[in-house]
């Protein structure tokens, strides 16, 4: 359930619907919007009536939220939500560029890309530290000493670090250094894990599981707005089919269904998505086509020498023609290729 | 396998491989490129040697195809196969538009709906006389009455008629009507209606099985070649997954395997791969962004009056939206819009 | 809808209710049970009112069939339809064994098999004439002959055929011989022919299609129950998922799914469900135990050398002890295994 | 790799080839047999070779693991693994019923259940006090409380405990209760709790992920295996598909394949694998028929009003029928029903 008051109400009256909602056990959540003040409610809200919200003071309206979803839904929030990193954006006009190797694997390698990125004007720099492998006998990432790694890249270059956690032990160390902690497909329904990383109020990279719904997405998310933190970019990154001709279905379906049901910003990562390099740039300016705020794309030095996912990723040199493509597809999806700004050359 | 020869090789020697390739119970399959001439064998070609043909006069390569597919496969023809439909063509650089609504229910819906249509530049229309319902019970198209009203259309508005068959019996008067058959997705594997519809060497647009490979469809395509008819236009319309917030899951991974593996045009349907009208233009400019040659959509006038599918059929006004949006894409994936030639107003 | 009346009502009360129906411009379809005569109704049933038919002489009830199938749904008809082969049935309390190579590839390999069945005391041999095969390059069956060397084996060995029919085309052929006409899952949603062989009144067995829903199954067999035939075996045969250690999913949930909402047999193929013979006598006895009515089981005398499927094919000697296991496990599910009757050894 | 080595080997020859695994920086893992000692070795295998193992003394083979799990596999110990839970085991001639409610709820109805179990003769009981569930709206499990319940219950009613544990923060006090530790479906792939489960050597009862091959299921027994717990009980509970007439697809083709590729026990869920009570009797007897070693089952004694996966639920009465069905299937499959004995009455 939704309470819908002006933006202009009094502190008093807010609190006052605050409190009656934790009268019945439930719990209130402020959201503010661009015109309006939401206030969110979950819990047990079947016990709640209409009647008792609608004459309070400043409310303006009662809305019930029908899926199953609350907080994360379009209904509780009607414009998109716009994440600011202190200049770069998600979920506005701005197209939102994540790229890096898939692991780090060294302190050359790892600033051998990351520089030829930060020329591109790149922003964010991703790289596992930790990395979640099927076979507990492939390369599991350098964990602690990539994080280490990845802050000196933080220092250097002034990228910022999207990385992935994998459990409980390692998030305050992945928080010191990430500016947007990851959670891979795998851990899409560790809801534990994503409780806490919801409670550490940090930007959050929420992948879809490879055989979740859109429906399951948005349920995970909404597991870390229900700690209040509301920096959650959602990530498309393909579904298990019977189809064998890629490593997975890219699912740019869910693009527009997210857009629709949930304010959230939403990318898409091309490369787990089509598991093969030379497909990434077409799966690229399609998710950009179809309303995606953004992209995650593996780019590496030396792909075929890297410790994992080398076949899926992109050299510098692809990776350059397909940002100057996105730049020309930019305009005609109302979006804006910022990225530009700040690079050397291009 | 494939016998490469100089364009230019005196017939002669080409009947000389020809009949070489018959001595062995196989069959020669003439396949003019842009450079070369190739010679495709189909049969138990595994008792051919490399060596019977290396020496042969005006032979410039022998090459084994490694594909289960071989005439349709890009080993066995490099260059991209572009249908000529005298003027709009299909596989090239124009984009290629087929249009229409999911059913001819009456004359004046068809006609109301062909006049919009042909005003906005569209050549191709699409409609069904036939209609594959998974219940007896529910409309089956008008069958031979709606034949003669696509007739009609035909005459009257100069349009090309794109509509489907679904069975030897009505093969003939629908061949009589369409310019282009369509083999719906249920068929896509009724092999003997392949080949009836490959010898009848109309161009035909095969659409992917709900559950078909990539590599399942151009197997089936493969068996419409095998008649010689090359004129085979592929269509990705969605695949089974679990997902149940769409009505398939659009595939468009599909789009640039297929094209790396055939050389063979292929479009997209966004109507039936998400089901549901407003997410159409999203998924249509996804599918030119990926490298499709073109698409097939949807348009009703009274969407929600239609006895078939008008929860996932645009309206005259929103699909003319749409094809302004893709006019400016389509340059930045090297296409071009040429309906507007003969647009009378958009 | 379903007029409900008793087993004695006056032809005369029958008749004018049917006429009643007609004149709605429904079609009436009697359905006798073993304690109510029911009519079914189909087509544009939502303009029948209950109260139109409940105050008619000897109608006792009026029910809205609530499936999108009606005829084939257990709610037309309660009890187990129970096809009758003159002695052998499917669909009641015997176990019913359908066995045989993939395809007939000779006489001699053919009466070999059919010999060796015969004396285990199978009454249903398999083998198909034509192939409906993925690739136009594979084996595709004798075709007519090997129609006419089925025609053998009935005459010879007393079996009754089993074999698929592809097209209209051969329909009338396949027809002759055969004593169940199969078709296959690529047809299942070929309606055009689904009608052609309901109208033929022979008893079919129905397969699965790879993606095709129970829901789905059902109403492909209910073109086939329009037609006035009834006698229609469901087949179990494996759907499409991601996992690959298997050639199909055996989906065993959908026996008991379909058990309650038709009346009519289902048996399941193990050979093509699961893809591998040596897993093929557990995943049959498995099908029994969830309720199946019966099997379709691959036998090959030499299947190393099989011209299709042969490593799904079970040899003689692995069947006959498979049979031993069925023999026991029959009664714990209410079963019998009446096939040793006629074995002259075993 | 895997080194094999007569049981009767002297110590220091064992020793001696442990130490030359550790001089390649791999790992040895001793894996006693019934009549062989095989030595695993995990790591950077591709480092030995054979030669340098087979002239040591004891050692009788060399043997390369072609399969990516190696510990679990059946080429590494190809005797089936039996664990013994003081008289009751689970993965030999005994069949291995756990039951019980989804969620423990409160004491009342905990007892109620357990002691109807009890009486039957059931020796593990299934309840879980953390719930993960897709919303974080919906009941999660009374946590702590429930786990101080399940211990009352192991107190009382001498019943052994599988309950499921989330994450790390509560692993210790799960393990204090439980016997069996269960790792639900959606944590298969949290690789970090699984190694810290796999360190803590109580058995464990690991669910397969609902997109996971069976690859991936037995590469994730193997990441618990190398902590050198092979205590480990593999749970087929269904996969996601595009079919909707069942919660998930039980996968029982699984059951055949694990048994071949690996030596683990191999129990089915049928509760969650269809997910609707009144087919969970049937897909328990096809479980056990296709070669399970094993059942768990949810029983609840008032279904309609569970807090959770009511409707999946068997009451006493129909469990116990089922029980009575299993006792008569199980001679076929070699299988014997012990939990009789300490039944109180049946």
Not at 36 to 53: M, N, P, R, S, V
Not at 165 to 187: F, P, T, Y
Request: hydrophobic content about 40%; glycine content about 6%; aromatic content about 6%.
């Amino acid at each position: 359930m939704l309470i819908i008051m002006g933006l202009e109400s009094p502190r008093e009256d807010i609190n006052k619907v605050k409190e009656k909602i934790i009268e019945f056990s439930c719990t209130p959540h402020e959201i503010p919007g661009s015109s309006k003040l939401a206030i969110g409610i979950t819990g047990a809200t079947h016990l709640l009536k209409e009647e008792d919200f609608q004459m309070m003071h400043s409310v303006q309206e009662v809305v019930r939220v029908s899926k199953k979803f609350k907080l994360v839904s379009r209904q509780m929030k009607s414009n998109d939500t716009i994440i600011d990193f202190g200049g770069p954006t998600v979920g506005g006009k701005e197209l939102f560029i994540i790229a890096g190797p898939c692991s780090v694997e060294n302190r050359e390698q790892t600033f051998e890309i990351a520089g030829q990125l930060k020329e591109m004007g790149i922003n964010f720099f991703r790289a596992g530290a930790y990395k979640p492998r099927s076979s507990p006998y492939t390369f599991q990432g350098l964990k602690e000493k990539g994080l280490e790694i990845l802050d000196e890249v933080k220092q250097k270059f002034g990228l910022k670090i999207v990385t992935e956690v994998m459990n409980s032990q390692s998030l305050q160390s992945v928080c010191e250094v990430a500016d947007i902690i990851q959670i891979g497909a795998r851990n899409m329904q560790n809801y534990s894990l994503l409780e806490e990383i919801g409670a550490t109020q940090k930007p959050v990279l929420l992948k879809r599981g490879m055989s979740a719904t859109v429906e399951d997405l948005l349920l995970s998310a909404e597991y870390i707005a229900a700690q209040s933190n509301y920096n959650i970019i959602l990530c498309e990154r393909g579904i298990r089919t019977f189809e064998t001709s890629t490593r997975n279905t890219l699912d740019l379906n869910a693009v527009p269904v997210i857009k629709q049901w949930s304010h959230l910003p939403v990318i898409v990562d091309p490369s787990h998505g089509v598991g093969i390099w030379d497909k990434v740039p077409q799966m690229s300016l399609a998710a950009i086509a179809c309303g995606a705020d953004g992209l995650m794309i593996e780019v590496h030095n030396d792909p075929e020498n890297a410790l994992s996912d080398g076949y899926q990723s992109l050299t510098p040199k692809k990776f350059k023609e397909l940002l100057n493509k996105l730049n020309e597809l930019a305009p005609i999806v109302n979006k804006e290729m910022k990225l530009y700004e700040n690079a050397n050359s291009l």
